[in-house]
C-alpha cells in the first residue's frame, strides 16, 4: 500500500539566509489517497523573534512559541514519521529549504523522500490560473471556512483534499514527466526534488475514485 504524507510548516519569516526557523509543523498521512488517522503536529520554539508579517500569517507570537519544544526535540520523532513516504507540499521549495535547515542544525542530512508539489501540478493542469491553496479550494468548492489564519494542520487537511483533486483532474493517466522536465528547465537547477514526481498506479487512482464518491461527497460534487 502507498503511504503519503501531506505536510505544511508555518515559520518567523520567509527565507532561511535571514534566520528565519519553524514554529509549527503539521503532516496527515494518507493510504492510498486515503486520509489515515494517523497525524504529526507540533509547536516549536524557534529561538528568534517572529517577524510582523509572519504573525500576520499564523498568529503565532513570541511569547506562546518560548513555551515550544525546540526541534532537536522532535527531530527523531519528525524523521521517523515521514521515513520511506512520499510526501505532497504545496510549494515544496519553501518547506524544505526550512526543514532542510532544521535538520542541518540538529546534525541530519537532507529529506531525501520522494516529493509532489501541488503548485507544480496545478500550474500544468491551469496554466495562468491562481493556484494558491484557497484559490484551488475555491475552484474544487472544497470548504476552507475554517481557515481564518494559516494554520499547518488545517491546510494539510485542506491540501489533502485539493491533490485528490488534482488528480482525479488529470487526463487520461496522469503522465507528469514531460511537464516536470519541461518545469526543471525554469526552476533551480540544484531543487532535485522536482525530479522524484511520481505518477499514482492505476489502483490508487481506482481507490481514490471511491474514496470521493463515499466520504468526499459532500465537499467535492455539491
Known amino acids: 500500500m502507498l503511504k503519503e504524507i501531506v505536510l505544511d510548516t508555518e515559520t518567523t519569516g520567509i527565507s532561511v539566509k535571514d534566520g528565519h526557523r519553524i514554529v509549527e509543523i503539521g503532516c496527515i498521512e494518507l493510504e492510498n489517497l486515503i486520509p489515515t488517522k494517523n497525524k504529526f503536529h507540533c509547536y516549536l520554539n524557534p529561538e528568534r ?26 527531530g527523531e520523532k519528525f524523521l521517523e514519521f515521514i521515513e520511506g513516504k512520499r510526501l505532497i507540499i504545496h510549494n515544496a521549495e519553501f518547506d524544505l529549504a526550512h526543514l532542510n535547515n532544521e535538520l542541518n542544525i540538529f546534525g541530519k542530512h537532507k529529506i531525501k523522500n520522494e516529493i509532489i508539489d501541488t503548485l507544480v501540478l496545478a500550474r500544468d493542469k491551469f496554466p495562468g490560473s491562481p493556484v494558491s ?6 475552484r474544487f468548492r ?12 488545517i491546510d494539510c487537511d485542506l491540501l489533502a483534499k485539493v491533490y485528490i483533486n488534482l488528480i482525479d483532474q488529470k487526463e487520461p493517466m496522469l503522465n507528469f514527466q514531460n511537464n516536470i522536465e519541461e518545469q526543471s528547465e525554469t526552476i533551480n537547477s540544484n531543487v532535485a526534488y522536482f525530479k522524484k514526481i511520481v505518477k499514482p498506479s492505476k489502483e490508487e487512482i481506482s481507490n481514490h475514485k471511491e474514496y470521493l464518491k463515499q466520504s468526499l461527497k459532500k465537499n467535492f460534487f455539491n
Open 142 to 153: 472544497i470548504d476552507n471556512s475554517k481557515r481564518i489564519q494559516h494554520t499547518a494542520l
Open 49 to 74: 523573534k517572529v517577524s510582523e508579517k509572519a504573525f500576520e500569517v499564523h498568529g503565532y507570537d513570541d511569547e506562546f512559541l518560548s513555551g515550544q519544544k525546540k526541534f532537536k526535540e522532535i
Open 133 to 138: 491553496l484557497d484559490a484551488l479550494c475555491k
